[in-house]
């Protein structure tokens, strides 16, 4: 009866935070980041504020659970297209993925926006947090592609010697933190593809290039293009 009883009690409380995670997120599509507050979200699942502080500890707490709800749905999406390709060459699955970053982002761009163009709280920052453990998800949907590329068909590199001597003590310290499986110069690259799409579809989704674009896609296509050179996927650059 008591393991009844707690398994019961779990499933309610499940269905709460699934509850005050809906909640969130509605706030922050409907009315922007700043309406998501303890007090809001509370309201919205009809219960007081300091009743919502037994589920979370604070706001910090609670933005961390939900984005990593926002990272874990932007992994699936991505995963989802890299095993619908599972068959391709290595270079039709890391465009895929590519691809599939920027459909989910412009479909949700509050959400994404929430991920990436928001401060980190430090409660968050720490390794053991969900926020960090789900976003270590998302980050490997990449990584793994860009090794298994690296380990199949190696592509070109800079010499180390020629980049500052910070860079590469930071450039070391990532590789020692991915085990190796990138050497520095290796991970230089992966980065710098990293930063230039990050960067173009935060520049998307943000609306900072409506000035100059109606249509983004064909500057997507042409940034993939470029990192297929950066790749050495030679074949994707000329598509």
Same mark, same amino acid.
């Given at each position: 009866?008591?393991?009844?009883?707690?398994?019961?009690?779990?499933?309610?409380?499940?269905?709460?935070?699934?509850? /005050?995670?809906?909640?969130?997120?509605?706030?922050?599509?409907?009315? =922007?980041?700043?309406?998501?507050?303890?007090?809001?979200?509370?309201?919205?699942? =009809?219960?007081?504020?300091?009743?919502?502080?037994?589920?979370?500890? =604070?706001?910090?707490?609670?933005?961390?659970?939900?984005?990593?709800?926002?990272? %874990?749905?932007?992994?699936?999406?991505?995963?989802?297209? *890299?095993?619908? &390709?599972?068959?391709?060459?290595? =270079?039709?699955?890391?465009?895929?993925?590519? %691809?599939?970053? *920027?459909?989910?982002? /412009?479909?949700?761009?509050?959400?994404?926006?929430?991920?990436?163009?928001?401060?980190?709280?430090?409660?968050?920052?720490?390794?053991?947090?969900?926020?960090?453990?789900?976003?270590?998800?998302?980050?490997?949907?990449?990584?793994?592609?860009?090794?298994?590329?690296?380990?199949?068909?190696?592509?070109?590199?800079?010499?180390?010697?020629?980049?500052?001597?910070?860079? %590469?003590?930071?450039?070391?310290?990532?590789?020692?933190?991915?085990?190796?499986?990138?050497?520095?110069?290796?991970? &230089?690259?992966?980065?710098?593809?990293?930063? *230039?799409?990050?960067?173009?579809?935060?520049?998307?989704?943000?609306?900072?290039?409506?000035?100059?674009?109606?249509?983004?896609?064909?500057?997507?296509?042409?940034?993939? %293009?470029?990192?297929?050179?950066?790749?050495?996927?030679?074949?994707?650059?000329?598509?």
């Amino acid at each position: 009866m008591s393991s009844r009883t707690g398994s019961r009690r779990e499933r309610l409380r499940q269905a709460t935070l699934e509850e /005050i995670h809906a909640a969130a997120r509605r706030l922050l599509v409907e009315q =922007g980041s700043a309406a998501v507050t303890i007090n809001a979200v509370a309201r919205q699942v =009809g219960m007081s504020g300091p009743a919502l502080y037994h589920y979370y500890a =604070g706001h910090d707490e609670l933005v961390g659970a939900v984005t990593a709800d926002f990272f %874990r749905e932007l992994a699936a999406a991505m995963e989802q297209a *890299r095993d619908a &390709h599972a068959d391709a060459p290595i =270079g039709e699955r890391i465009l895929a993925v590519c %691809r599939a970053m *920027r459909a989910w982002a /412009i479909a949700h761009p509050a959400e994404f926006g929430w991920i990436f163009a928001s401060p980190i709280a430090p409660p968050n920052r720490r390794p053991d947090s969900v926020r960090h453990q789900a976003a270590l998800r998302f980050e490997q949907v990449l990584l793994d592609l860009t090794i298994e590329l690296w380990q199949t068909q190696p592509f070109p590199v800079p010499d180390l010697a020629d980049l500052p001597a910070s860079l %590469r003590e930071q450039l070391a310290g990532y590789s020692a933190a991915i085990d190796g499986w990138l050497p520095p110069e290796a991970a &230089h690259v992966f980065l710098t593809c990293w930063i *230039r799409l990050y960067g173009l579809l935060c520049m998307e989704v943000l609306h900072q290039l409506d000035f100059a674009y109606t249509d983004m896609e064909p500057v997507f296509e042409e940034c993939l %293009r470029d990192l297929a050179v950066a790749l050495g996927l030679d074949d994707y650059a000329a598509a």
